[in-house]
């Protein structure tokens, strides 16, 4: 007979930043039935966070997939705020803050310390940095784990689930009867930078950029390109542009970092975007221009 995992269904979820990944990853928790604690780092970060939040559910309701009064419960489950010691009863605590290694280690101090319940998970929500690096900034590296959402969360199935060596299988079990439990389809990583998903997507889209630095077509016919050519729904520079050229960025060098593989290694043109606050759809201004 199999063990079932200590800990019990997880019921109380927190969410650490609101920005694209965070504000899905709380939409989802909550639509699930779970109460949901989002905490940010500033009162005008809240207020952005709810405001995305908010304009996801709307559109859901605009397209018949959610009726106003689910709307309105979704949105009583989920509490917004500053301070991290909200985080105290929660089960488990997703981290989604910027692709940055010092603000994630920073975070799970923070996280470990808040969290009072023994067997809760901490998970990030991390594209591409090791777990186990994250893992040791805590003092329970058994009950950390990579909980990899796709973006725009609410729409893409899929979530990737990355052990370190020291995660422990309880903790796993949990992490993917919970996942399922929101409908997501679950997929196993190795800890190595990148983990499965984009280990293999921001190369393509790093040799977009590189394509479009070296003059061999336009941004709309590289992007044409694939989606005509190959059916994928966007081309590789507006789908830069949706996960933010930033994280595109920071991405390029945690994987460049580990394998210190030339593919992996930013183009110049990433660079000079980012540095120019161009950071694709949610600055406005990427490959292409935003409303
Ligand atoms: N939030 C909530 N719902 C959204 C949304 C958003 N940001 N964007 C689109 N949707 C919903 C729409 O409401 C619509 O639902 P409906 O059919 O029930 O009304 C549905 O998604 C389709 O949207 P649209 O008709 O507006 O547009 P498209 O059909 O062009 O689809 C897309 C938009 C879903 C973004 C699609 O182009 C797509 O899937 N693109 C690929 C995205 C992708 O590859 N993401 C992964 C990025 S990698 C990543 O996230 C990892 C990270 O670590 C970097």
């Known amino acids: 007979m199999t063990r ?27 639509r699930s039935g779970a109460g949901v604690v989002v905490v940010e780092a500033s009162d005008g970060a809240v207020a952005t966070g709810r405001k995305r939040l908010t304009a996801s559910l709307e559109r859901a309701v605009a397209s018949g997939r959610l009726d106003s009064a689910a709307r309105d419960e979704v949105l009583a489950r989920i509490s917004f705020g500053t301070g991290i010691e909200a985080f105290a009863d929660r089960q488990l605590v997703i981290e989604a803050v910027p692709e940055v290694l010092e603000l994630k280690l920073d975070a799970f101090r923070r996280i470990d310390a808040a969290v009072a319940d023994p067997e809760a998970i901490l998970a990030s929500n991390t594209s591409s940095i090791p777990i186990g690096r994250i893992a040791a900034a805590t003092g329970r590296p058994g009950q950390v784990l990579g909980v990899h959402f796709f973006n725009p969360v609410p729409v893409l199935p899929l979530v990737e689930l990355v052990s370190s060596l020291q995660t422990s299988p309880d903790t796993l079990a949990r992490a993917r009867s919970f996942a399922e439990g929101l409908g997501k ?3 196993l990583a190795q800890d190595r930078a990148g983990f499965v998903v984009n280990a293999l997507l921001v190369p393509y889209l790093l040799s977009a950029i590189r394509m479009l630095e070296a003059g061999h077509a336009s941004a ?8 005509a050519g190959c059916a994928h729904p966007m081309g590789p520079l507006r789908l830069a ?3 933010g050229l930033d994280t595109t960025l920071h991405v390029a060098n945690s994987l460049y970092g580990e394998f210190k593989e030339p593919h992996y290694a930013p183009p ?24």
């Open 185 to 187: 389809q679950v997929i």
């Open 220 to 227: 709309e016919d590289i992007d044409t390109g694939m989606v």
């Open 4 to 30: 079932a995992p200590a800990g019990g269904a997880i019921e109380r979820v927190g969410v650490l930043g609101c920005g694209l990944m965070g504000a899905g990853i709380a939409e989802v928790c909550a």
């Open 241 to 243: 542009d949706l996960v």
């Open 268 to 291: 110049a043109l990433l660079m000079r975007m980012v540095d120019a606050g161009r950071l694709g759809r949610k600055s406005g201004a990427g490959f292409y221009t935003y409303d």
